[in-house]
């Protein structure tokens, strides 16, 4: 068992070194959207695949709760999670 961990980490660390952390275009897109956009488009994305509808009166809530925030503040923080 030790062995095959061991080897599983030495073969990721050979094959998977140029791994980056650049951000993906959809998910890129999907903080812009939440950020950005409104309750509407915000709904009718989470509805789209199926969510509960506690799921999203939950994410409501969370995009009421970042409607609240600044622009400016909100700009910073699309620019701060597409760095990641």
Do not use: H
């Amino acid at each position: 068992m030790r062995l095959s961990v061991c080897l599983l980490l030495v073969t990721l660390a050979l094959c998977c070194y140029q791994a980056n952390a650049v951000i993906c275009q959809d998910l890129d897109s999907l903080i812009t959207n939440f950020l950005f956009s409104n309750e509407a488009l915000i709904k009718s994305e989470v509805v789209k695949f199926g969510a509960s509808p506690e799921a999203v009166a939950a994410k409501l809530t969370v995009k009421k709760c970042t409607d609240q925030i600044a622009i400016e503040k909100r700009l910073s923080l699309k620019t701060s999670w597409g760095e990641l």
